[in-house]
Each structure stands twice: as structure tokens, then as C-alpha cells.
């Protein structure tokens, strides 16, 4: 059947109590469907598009059910591309349930997740990276995430990959020419033409892929580990940084076992915090596991708080983990800060580890207490300073993937490419060339929707909400 030969509708507005609930009906019967259970001064099909009536819902009894207003929409101008009615009704769960199902009753079916937005797809109001977009801004829960879904919302991802895409029919239409005249041993006479355009694409598809990086953060936020000895109060930091007694703080080393996951929002950023396992060498299987996530994790981080108790002597064993997790080749991490805790108390002198920190100028010093939460701003702001420099640095202009879905289909588009240099290269026919050239233009066309099949469509959508 012809998924779009019926008329859908479902609870636009969350569930729950509030001050108006909207029902949204799609398809080509709309008008007429919601007409008959709507009395007012007009009949819906005979109006025109985008205007507003008032009038009465009623049930298959006539028994009037709510006052209402009628949104609509006639196709191709809405949002879905067809004639589109949304009736804004009380917001009471019961009210807008009945007056939902007085409009299945008179025909309609009810919406599947997503199935409004992916109708807009089907019926070319959008692409498939700008569907995606609108599931990223209705779960968008920080600033970049917002401005990465509007970006993508208004077509940046479908410009460049359509820019791509034209580049590289141009690269196919310079083989499909030569392989008109192919004979045995035919060699090409463009070659440098077509090498030099097929490098040219692939620095771009780079360029793009290499947003991802940023696109990552900006979706799911900067991933912070905290890390550090037993007992330097790196969980009475993460409660400090949250503002709540989320892990367990005692005086016993070694309290912490697992690692705690957390969010926090710094000046718009999204943080994960992680809180991890004290590091220490040691013959308890639970707790070598826990060190050993420890290390993975700080490893992964997008930047490593490592705390060190300032009122006792440092040990060796401390600074050569230390080393090993704020060094990154032979200099520091950028993206690592040296928290010295415990401000509260007196320091215990060590040349130890001023020499340390002194040999290593470009490292990031915090001093603070967790337990008086004095110094907590420094922190916070050596944190952002950090992400706003270097990570999340892409211009306001840039277009930042944020999708792993697009992701993945650039690097592998970037991969079939390399095999046509490749081919080129070693001499290979054109046909060869040609064929890995078409998998790279799937490949892209897989991120806008001009290639798709059922399952990419079915997991994007089903993402959504219901009504959307
Ligand atoms: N005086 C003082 N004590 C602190 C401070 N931060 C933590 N402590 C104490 O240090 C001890 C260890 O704190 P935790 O937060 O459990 O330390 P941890 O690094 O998570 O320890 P493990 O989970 O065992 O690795 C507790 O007794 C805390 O109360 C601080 O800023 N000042
Ligand atoms: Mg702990």
C-alpha cells in the first residue's frame, strides 16, 4: 500500500495537563475526516489554506465533546507537504483523548513516531538530514546542541553534501565519457584531471568528517573524567560540581569502585562528568577493574581533572600516573587540569611536585576545596576556557556534522574514493573506477534520503515522538 493513501493523526502536545492540546491529522482526506465531527460556521474543506475556525467537536452520538479551533493547512503548504488540519483543543488528558479519538472513529489512523515528519520527507519538504535535525532540536538540551540542530535544520548538512554529490557526477561524467571510447589497454587521457578531482574531493569530505569531532560534543556534551590517587577527594568533587551528594565520600581509600556518570551544564556547555576508581596498584580484582576503566576512560576524555591531595607528600606512584595521563606523546594534553585539593588544610610542602608542575609550563593548575566548594569557579571557568579555545572552536559559519549516521557514510564514501585513486594509479580500467565512484555518490546520497532503504528510514523515525 501506498504509505501516504491515508490520513494519520495524533497528539501533537505532550501528554499530561496543560493549557491547550493539539491534534494533528495529515493525508488526503483530512479536511473531510475531522469535518465530520466538527460543527461550525463553515465546513472545513470549503475553506481556504491556512486560516482558523472555531466550532464544536462532537462524537459518533453527537454528544459535543470540546470547543475547539481548526488550524489548516492545505498541501503542499504544510508541514508534512499534505492537507494538514491541527485542532487545538482544552488540554485536558481526557478532553484531547476523546477528541482524538473522535477523529480515528471518522477514519484517521493513528500516527506512528515520527510518521508526520517522515511524510514531509516522503513528499520532498525536506531532507533527510533536516528530519533528523528536527529530532536533534526537540532533544537539544544545551545551547550548541540547539544552534547544531538549526544549523542543520536550514540546510547545511544538504548544501555540502549536495555540493559533493555534484562534484563527483562531474568526476563520473569525465569516466563515463572515456569509457565510451574504451578499448583494450586504453589508457586515460584525463588522468591528472581526474586524480586531481578526486583528491580535491576527498579533502573536502575530510574537512567535513572532521567536524564530527565537534558535532560529538556538541550533541551528547565534553566529556570530563576526574582521576587521581585513592582518597584525594575526587568524589567530593563531583558532588561539589553538582551540587549534590551523588557519590559516596569516605575516609577509607578505595571507596569508590565503579565509575559515576553525571551531567552539568557550564555556561551553556554540557559536561559529563565521570568520577572514577582511585588509582592505585593493587591485588583486589573489583578495584584493579575499576583502575583499569579508570585508565580507558581518561584515555578517551575530552579533558582529565587530575586531583592530587595538597596537605599530603605526593607519591611516586602518583605522579607516574600522573604522567601517563596527562601526557599526550612527549608534551601535556591540552585538555587536562591539575586540581590540587584540600585548600581548606594546610599543604605539605613538596618540591616533588612543584618541580613537576613546573616542567611542565603549559598545564592547567586549579586550586581549590571540595569540601568549602573555595576555588569550585576557578575550576569551572579553566573548563570552559578549554572548550571554548580549542574543542568547540568551529566558527558560528561552519557546518559541524553532529550525526553518526552522516559520519559514517562520509568516511565511507571517503574510503571508495581512495579506491578509485587506487585504480587510477595502478592502472586499472575505468569500469573499476566507476563502479567504486557510484558506491561513494550512494554513499552520500544515504545522508541526505536520495539513496535510502526501509531500515535507515525506520531507525531515524523511530527516534521521534509520537505526533511529530
Ligand atoms: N579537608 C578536606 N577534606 C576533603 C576534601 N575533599 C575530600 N575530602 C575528604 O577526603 C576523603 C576522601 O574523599 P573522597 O571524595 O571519597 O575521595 P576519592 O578520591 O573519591 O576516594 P576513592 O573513591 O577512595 O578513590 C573524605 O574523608 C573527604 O571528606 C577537601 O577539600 N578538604
Ligand atoms: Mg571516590
Redesign the pocket.
Known sequence: MNPLSDTIAALATPPGEGGIAVIRVSGPDALNLVDRSFRGKVTLPSVVSHTAHVGEIVDGKHLVLDQVVCLVFRGPHSYTGEDTVEVSCHGGTFVSQRVLQAILDSGARHARPGEFTQRAFLNGRMDLSQAEAVADLIHAHSDMAHRASIQQLRGSVLQSVDALRRQLMDTAGLIELELDFVDDGYEFKDKDVLRSQLTQTIARIDELASTYRYGRIWREGVHIVIA????????????ALLNADR??????????RDFIDESINLDGITCRLT?T??LRLTEDPVEREGVDRAVRLSDEADIVLF?L?Q?RAIADEELTWLRKLIKEGGSVRRKSIVVL?????PSAPSAKVDALLNSLPHLNIVR?????GEGLRGLKKAVVTIVRAGMVGPAQETVVVTNSRHFHALTQAKSRLELCLDSLDQGRSGEFIAVDLRAALENLGEIVGAVTTDDILNNIFARFCIGK
Do not use: E, F, M, Y
Open positions: 587521581g590517587s585513592p582518597n584525594v577527594g575526587k568524589s567530593s568533587l563531583l558532588n557519590a559516596i565520600v569516605t575516609d577509607i581509600p578505595g571507596t569508590t568520577d576508581a582511585g586531583v591531595d596537605s585539593n584540600k585548600t581548606d588544610i581549590l576545596s571540595a569540601r568549602t
